[in-house]
């Protein structure tokens, strides 16, 4: 059994950067793909960028260029650094990672980017 924590989420205004945190626990061997969703207010939830275990990274548009995911094999742990962020960029962001072909998710961390 793998545990998802998110952490890092914050207010922070817009143009601003931030970073996330994505950090796994238990039963952590053969961490495969780490991928980064988000829901924004009154929004379905939708794809952010994703990384796999060798690192190959794929983003969504409205992100590409402006955040970056990556990941510590090590520590168990995705990371996304968001910058020059928009208020639209504003969710509740979640990590899933697969471990064994198994989906697991955090709770969710919250970002809010003020005008």
């Known amino acids: 059994q793998v545990q998802v924590i998110e952490s890092g989420g914050g207010l922070v205004q817009a143009g601003g950067s931030l970073g996330l945190s994505c950090a796994a626990s238990?039963?952590?061997?053969?961490?495969?793909?780490i991928t980064w969703y988000r829901q924004g207010p009154m929004k379905e939830r939708e794809f952010v960028a994703a990384i796999s275990r060798g690192g190959n990274a794929i983003y969504a548009d409205s992100v590409k260029g402006r955040f970056t995911i990556s990941r510590d094999n090590a520590k168990n742990t995705g990371y996304l650094h968001m910058n020059i962020l928009k208020p639209e960029d504003t969710a509740v962001y979640y990590c899933?990672?697969?471990?064994?072909?198994?989906?697991?998710w955090g709770q969710g961390t919250q970002v809010t980017v003020s005008s």
């Open positions: 238990g039963t952590t061997f053969d961490i495969n793909s």
């Open positions: 899933k990672i697969v471990q064994l072909k198994t989906n697991y």
